[in-house]
């Protein structure tokens, strides 16, 4: 069971925004960072934002991050086929003092 | 260009014992935290292990203090896990990455550790 809590699973039709959530508590996201990974079949994970909402030079600007409170989310719009993809959100735990991953969700692009 | 490139890996028995390398190029390493992250089918991503770049601060998931030991050479600019008492529940690809948590993140490809007789 992961310490940051993502749904397995998310789907949209090309041209869509999909919204992924990760939820944590107050010693993770509520006063650290949140950082979002994509991971395409058969490879290293990528970083898509850092600093909850910055993006990395080469990320598209369709690609957002955001935080409030104690959970994150990662936006996706104008949805294309090449999103298909496993995303992971990542941040530190100062109660654990450990760095915790979400237990990834896959998007699917119908 | 930067690169990082795991070795080590291989089909080890249970009880049995493995040392990673990751061998970094391109970047001053010895500027730079650097983490161990595993991977399964069944659960995601595990983060295992972290160094800070001068090695004096390490930092481990619970479930795996005092079996594995991560340790750095910034003259060799190589980074090590040392993993003792591997069970089954170790089998996983072993990722070597940079900056896991900031803007200058990078990720090896990986060297894939199976635990089984």
């Known amino acids: 069971q992961s310490v940051l809590t993502q749904p397995p699973s998310a789907s949209g039709t090309p041209g869509q925004r999909v919204t992924i959530p990760c939820s944590g508590s107050?010693?993770?996201?509520?006063?650290?960072?949140v950082q979002w990974y994509q991971q395409l079949p058969g490879t290293a994970p990528k970083l898509l934002i850092y600093?909850?909402?910055q993006r990395p030079s080469g990320v598209p600007d369709r690609i957002s991050g955001s935080k409030s409170g104690t959970s994150a989310s990662l936006a996706i719009s104008g949805l294309q086929s090449e999103d298909e993809a496993d995303y992971y959100c990542?941040?530190?735990?100062?109660?654990?003092?450990?760095?915790?991953f979400g237990g990834g969700t896959k998007l699917t692009v119908l | 260009e930067v690169q990082l490139v795991e070795s080590g890996g291989g089909l080890v028995q249970p009880g049995g014992s493995l040392r990673l390398s990751c061998a970094a190029s391109?970047?001053?390493?010895?500027?730079?935290?650097m983490t161990w992250v595993r991977q399964t089918p069944g659960r995601g991503l595990e983060w295992v292990a972290t160094i800070k770049p001068d090695g004096s601060e390490k930092y481990y998931v619970d479930s795996l203090k005092g079996r594995f030991t991560i340790s750095r050479d910034n003259a060799k600019n190589s980074l090590y896990l040392q993993m003792n008492s591997l069970s089954a529940e170790d089998t996983a690809l072993y990722y070597c990455a940079r900056s896991l948590l900031a803007v200058t993140s990078y990720w090896g490809q990986g060297t894939l550790v199976t635990v089984s007789s």
């Open positions: 990542v941040g530190w735990d100062d109660s654990l003092n450990a760095v915790v």
């Open positions: 391109g970047f001053t390493f010895s500027d730079f935290w």
């Open positions: 600093n909850n909402d």
């Open positions: 107050s010693s993770n996201i509520g006063r650290k960072t």
